[in-house]
């Protein structure tokens, strides 16, 4: 079994070395300490409110896709039409005044296609079945996924999650008593600094979810208009080179990998047919919502959708598949994993899992998939962000969907379940 101490001990010092963690909105890193929510950091100052919430179109006989409802498997059979002709249910309306939006092209596209909630304000059965059905990612990294946005950015007892910004009036049970769901746009969980074309957090006081043309100019360039592996590799390198030279707040934890996987779905899911397809300007920019400006740079244009005459993946986008992926990306331009206390003051993270040493990753594919299991389940959900002692059914929530589909870490457990179970059998003596 992996250690438990380095866990532990990654999360002392990653406070103690860039003490700007604590002051982020949501849930502190630490679990050795009070937990608090800044007041002094800028967020989006009002998140759209529709009154008229409907949930995602449903599915039926004539339009099954993958076949995937109510959060359970689909076929995993692919190389479908998306939207299928005559389905005027998920036909594309772009998003209003009233309606979430937020760090993610794909799912901003879902949601503008009606395979999640119009307004923004999803489900975890919603995440899941739309990963099948629209994208045929495969059904245990379907679980994966939406387990981490609802875990670490949503609610946790209602299962539901903001896809942009904070919505805790909508997504909890309690309102804002138990701190506040920050949703996706929440710093250093999904969304972290070196986003391919969004802001780092400090560098834009607190927004990190418009997106910012500039930056998907230089992917495109970097790209030459070709969005494949090998380019998204060096515009990631150049990503990470950038902020670390001007962002003195820069941040490059272990959760950083996700970023990776984030990179790997422009070539992987994006393209008609996925990898048999090309992923050109034409389809990034369906997805990114961008178009030419007529001056040789790009404007963002509000419309998130799929290209005309789309066809997802045929065989399902499974964890190996992303876990190998990201290996690959990251091996192509290895960087260090840790932070800057102050600008040009860069700090290596120690040991993390056995897999960072030195701030170098040093693991291989199936440390990622671990990893991936231990993001779910070893870090504080936004529901719980002002609570010190944190309730046991916060983290069996994250266990209690990623064990059934990950029997491979049967026997890991995470720091923190182990710490939940030791409080609650406190509490129970």
Same mark, same amino acid.
């Given at each position: 079994?992996? &250690?438990?101490?380095?866990?532990?001990? $990654?999360?002392?010092?990653? *406070?103690?070395? !860039?003490?700007? #963690?604590? /002051? @982020?909105?949501?849930?502190?890193?630490?679990?050795?300490?009070?937990?608090?929510?800044?007041?002094?950091?800028?967020?989006?100052?009002?998140?759209?409110?529709?009154?008229?919430?409907?949930?995602?179109?449903?599915?039926?006989?004539?339009?099954?896709?993958?076949?995937?409802?109510?959060?359970?498997?689909?076929?995993?059979?692919?190389?479908?039409?998306?939207?299928?002709?005559?389905?005027?249910?998920?036909?594309?309306?772009?998003?209003?005044?009233?309606?979430?939006?937020?760090?993610?092209?794909?799912?901003? &596209?879902?949601?503008?296609?009606?395979? $999640?909630?119009?307004?923004? *304000?999803?489900? !975890?059965?919603? #995440?899941? /079945? @739309?990963?099948?059905?629209?994208?045929?990612?495969?059904?245990?990294?379907?679980?994966?996924?939406?387990?981490?946005?609802?875990?670490?950015?949503?609610?946790?007892?209602?299962?539901?999650?903001?896809?942009?910004?904070?919505?805790?009036?909508?997504?909890?049970?309690?309102?804002?008593?138990?701190?506040?769901?920050?949703?996706?746009?929440?710093?250093?969980?999904?969304?972290?600094?070196?986003?391919?074309?969004?802001?780092?957090?400090?560098?834009?006081?607190?927004?990190?979810?418009?997106?910012?043309?500039?930056?998907?100019?230089?992917?495109?360039?970097?790209?030459?208009?070709?969005?494949?592996?090998?380019?998204?590799?060096?515009?990631?390198?150049?990503?990470?080179?950038?902020?670390?030279?001007?962002?003195?707040?820069?941040?490059?934890?272990?959760?950083?990998?996700?970023?990776?996987?984030?990179?790997?779905?422009?070539?992987?899911?994006?393209?008609?047919?996925?990898?048999?397809?090309?992923?050109?300007?034409?389809?990034?920019?369906?997805?990114?919502?961008?178009?030419?400006?007529?001056?040789?740079?790009?404007?963002?244009?509000?419309?998130?959708?799929?290209?005309?005459?789309?066809?997802?993946?045929?065989?399902?986008?499974?964890?190996?598949?992303?876990?190998?992926?990201?290996?690959?990306?990251?091996?192509?331009?290895?960087?260090?994993?840790?932070?800057?206390?102050?600008?040009?003051?860069?700090?290596?993270?120690?040991?993390?899992?056995?897999?960072?040493?030195?701030?170098?990753?040093?693991?291989?594919?199936?440390?990622?998939?671990?990893?991936?299991?231990?993001?779910?389940?070893?870090?504080?959900?936004?529901?719980?962000?002002?609570?010190?002692?944190?309730?046991?059914?916060?983290?069996?929530?994250?266990?209690?969907?990623?064990?059934?589909?990950?029997?491979?870490?049967?026997?890991?457990?995470?720091?923190?379940?182990?710490?939940?179970?030791?409080?609650?059998?406190?509490?129970?003596?």
């Amino acid at each position: 079994m992996r &250690t438990l101490v380095s866990i532990a001990a $990654l999360a002392a010092q990653a *406070i103690n070395a !860039f003490p700007f #963690l604590s /002051d @982020m909105p949501g849930p502190h890193s630490s679990l050795f300490s009070q937990i608090k929510t800044a007041s002094t950091v800028k967020r989006q100052s009002t998140c759209p409110y529709n009154a008229n919430h409907q949930g995602a179109a449903p599915y039926n006989s004539q339009y099954p896709y993958a076949g995937a409802k109510n959060g359970l498997p689909g076929t995993g059979i692919g190389g479908i039409k998306v939207p299928a002709d005559g389905d005027t249910a998920h036909a594309f309306e772009a998003p209003g005044p009233n309606d979430i939006r937020g760090p993610c092209p794909g799912l901003n &596209t879902a949601a503008n296609h009606h395979f $999640l909630s119009h307004d923004g *304000i999803t489900t !975890f059965a919603e #995440l899941v /079945d @739309m990963q099948q059905n629209l994208y045929n990612v495969d059904y245990d990294l379907a679980v994966t996924l939406a387990t981490l946005g609802v875990a670490l950015d949503g609610d946790v007892l209602t299962g539901k999650l903001s896809i942009g910004c904070d919505a805790t009036s909508r997504t909890s049970a309690t309102g804002n008593l138990l701190g506040d769901e920050l949703g996706l746009n929440g710093h250093n969980k999904f969304e972290s600094d070196t986003s391919l074309t969004r802001n780092d957090y400090f560098l834009a006081s607190g927004d990190d979810y418009t997106f910012n043309s500039t930056l998907f100019a230089s992917m495109s360039t970097t790209c030459a208009n070709n969005f494949n592996r090998d380019g998204l590799a060096l515009y990631r390198y150049q990503r990470y080179q950038s902020s670390l030279a001007n962002n003195p707040n820069f941040y490059f934890g272990p959760k950083a990998l996700l970023l990776y996987g984030a990179a790997t779905f422009l070539y992987e899911l994006f393209p008609s047919f996925g990898p048999e397809g090309t992923p050109d300007l034409a389809t990034i920019s369906s997805f990114f919502g961008a178009e030419s400006d007529g001056n040789g740079g790009f404007r963002f244009n509000n419309r998130e959708m799929i290209p005309a005459d789309w066809y997802n993946r045929r065989l399902p986008y499974n964890i190996p598949d992303t876990a190998a992926e990201i290996l690959a990306l990251y091996l192509k331009y290895p960087v260090l994993f840790g932070g800057n206390a102050g600008k040009g003051n860069f700090d290596a993270l120690g040991s993390y899992s056995g897999d960072f040493r030195g701030g170098n990753f040093t693991g291989a594919a199936k440390d990622v998939t671990c990893l991936l299991y231990q993001f779910a389940t070893d870090d504080v959900p936004s529901s719980l962000a002002g609570v010190l002692e944190l309730p046991l059914q916060a983290v069996e929530f994250s266990v209690g969907k990623l064990n059934p589909v990950c029997s491979l870490f049967h026997g890991f457990l995470s720091f923190s379940v182990l710490l939940q179970y030791a409080i609650k059998k406190g509490e129970e003596r």
